[in-house]
């Protein structure tokens, strides 16, 4: 292991994500510790702290590479259509939306302990999420609420922002239920099946409420 001065501050910050990412492989975040990492690349606590500002900012970095995989792994809200019928536009904001579901759960299952973490790590009260981490945040809805916005012309944007947290909601929770395998269903796995669903009875309801505004 190299000793302290034989990297950069990137290259510590590089290898710290790293080494979480790897650990999150196999064992979730609470069986990490700032004591821990820091023994495993040789360097003290003091100096992560220096390098990320805190422990918890150092799992918000983790995090950020998280969410950027995800965003990888999410296939295009291509809002193209051959036929740019009302009908056509229905069903192809259907289809966009449940491939965005179906690669979420996908995702969830493939990288488990890293999307736990995405959502069990707090930062302190006093401190506000930083804007590379928000903005992160704010292009994964966007997806969203560009779909819902073509689906329904009429609504507001405040109306496709709601919509669109309240879709991902849903979709979250069947995904906490399929991995803890607390779905209560007669299926081995209806975790698709229960999106497919949520995204046929959802999109169907929303376009036809502005449809008739």
Avoid at 22 to 29: E, F, I, M, R, Y
């Amino acid at each position: 292991m190299a000793r302290r001065k034989d990297h950069t501050h990137e290259q510590i910050r590089s290898l710290a994500i790293e080494a979480v990412l790897a650990h999150l492989q196999q064992a979730p975040a609470s069986d990490m510790s700032l004591r821990k990492l820091a023994q495993q690349l040789g360097y003290s606590p003091g100096t992560l702290i220096n390098v990320f500002g805190s422990y918890d900012l150092l799992l918000l970095s983790v995090n950020a590479h998280t969410l950027d995989q995800l965003a990888a792994h999410l296939p295009s809200a291509d809002l193209a259509s051959t036929e740019p019928t009302e009908l056509a536009t229905l069903e192809h904001t259907h289809l966009r939306l449940l491939a965005l579901a179906s690669a979420y759960l996908d995702f969830a299952r493939q990288h488990r302990y890293q999307w736990q973490l995405l959502f069990d790590h707090r930062l302190p009260e006093d401190e506000a999420l930083p804007v590379w981490q928000q903005q992160r945040i704010s292009d994964l809805f966007a997806q969203l609420e560009a779909l819902l916005a073509a689906c329904s012309p009429r609504a507001s944007a405040g109306e496709c922002q709601r919509a669109a947290r309240t879709l991902w909601a849903s979709v979250h929770g069947i995904c906490v239920l399929s991995l803890s395998e607390k779905l209560f269903t007669s299926e081995v796995d209806d975790g698709p099946a229960m999106l497919a669903s949520l995204i046929q009875h959802y999109i169907s309801a929303w376009h036809q409420a502005h449809k008739e505004c």
